[in-house]
């Protein structure tokens, strides 16, 4: 049984709240930890990709895990609560130690390596059954794409807080700057990472009378096909859409002028995309998710390309072209995690059983793997293409083999590849429709 509770702007917005937090991790790392390890720390660009991607991955055979752990935690307790309590608590401490690397070179990746690990894992912790939560705290289609609402202008504040506040923060380079930077905001994730455990301890779980073990975790979600085919289209948006947030600081660094510039037009990004989520879920009641996310794949697509010419051009042009990717971030965001729900919701309407924490924690991995894979590929790139490492003591000019490498693997080569996710769309959509048995409407199943 769904909590009866009304679900008050109030209480959407405490839950969503957690999106802030969960995405300035996301955003923080993404833009800066790969720079930090190759400039700050003299740590070599492919070294550093993987430093950047063996925690992750190691969620993405984790996440199933803590979803199941979830489950058993909502059948033992009817609550969701301690698992996200102890990320909460966790997360901020892990964050602030990646940052405070005390040694250099392959010491430093070492170090990097196993305190991103904890924040990986506490990351987790949270973000599992915090995702599970709107379809225990809604029956409506209506109300969870509301909630996905908040969701996406929260995750949209805390890309806008952690983009433009880390750059600055960090803007003198030096590894004693990082780490202000990560007390700073380990603290503000401290407090905000509490508001959504608190907001919710009264939501109850529906607990199945049998929690599935990690294998049979991923057989219920391999069961679900409008799950699996949202999940591919997840897993890619995520590896080339990060390969562009990757990019921006070396492409600051060697076209823009540097962190104040990337600052600018991170801002201009994360707060055009801030203010475009309203109007994303507007369009997604009106005309439904399913077209909402294919146009805000494009908008991406046409973005991803144009900022190869605007790199050259300079920041004005890059700010500009940022404002058409931004609106595409927005719509395909609301728009794919609405449909989640829709998926949970099918998942219990076909089995009988409560597999939120199950789908969740899937959903969590893939979407961990493609923040994983994204510094992976844009450092190939660059490391193809001879980028060399530095510290502030030793710096290095980079061939113009290397920035090319720098302004293609940020631009035109994610934003072509983005092309492949429409047709894991289009079968999404058939998938739902059979499933349904109906055609998908705007507004109802959410699609």
Known sequence: MVNSRPLTARRMAGWGVGAFASNAFNTLPGLLLLIYMTDALGVP?????????????????????????????????GRRRRLMTSGALVLPFA????????VRGGAAALWVFALFLVASAAYLCFQVPFTALPAEMSDSPRERTRMMTWRTLFFTLGMLVGGVAGPLLTKDGTPAAYRTMAVIVGVVLLVVLLVPVMST???????????PSLRSAFRTARGNRPFVLLSGVLFLYYVLTVMILTGLPYVATYFLGGK????????????????????????????????????????WVAGGIALYGAAGVGVGATAGVSVLVALGQAASLVAMYALLTDCIRIQAERTGHDSAGVLSGVWTAVDTA?????????????????YASSTLDHPVTQS????????IAY???????????FPLVLRFRRALTDQTGRAPLAGAAGV
């Open 260 to 299: 104040k510039e990337q600052a600018t037009v991170f801002l201009v990004f994360a707060l055009s995309s801030t203010l475009a989520v309203p109007g994303a879920g507007v369009l997604a009641r009106r005309f439904g998710n399913v077209p909402l996310l294919m146009a805000g794949i494009a908008l």
């Open 411 to 421: 631009s035109v080569l994610p934003g072509l590849l983005l092309l492949t996710t």
């Open 370 to 386: 493609g923040h994983a894979l994204g510094p992976v590929a844009y450092t190939l790139v660059l490391s193809l293409t001879g």
């Open 95 to 102: 964050f602030v130690a990646t940052f405070s690397s005390p």
């Open 45 to 77: 660009a492919a070294l550093a990709g993987v430093v950047v991607a063996v925690p992750k991955l190691f969620d993405l055979i984790a996440s199933a895990w803590f979803g199941a752990l979830s489950d058993r935690e909502a059948t033992r307790t």
């Open 201 to 211: 301890r009264d939501v109850r779980a529906r607990p199945a009378a049998d929690v």
């Open 400 to 407: 113009s083999t290397a920035l090319e490498g720098i302004r």
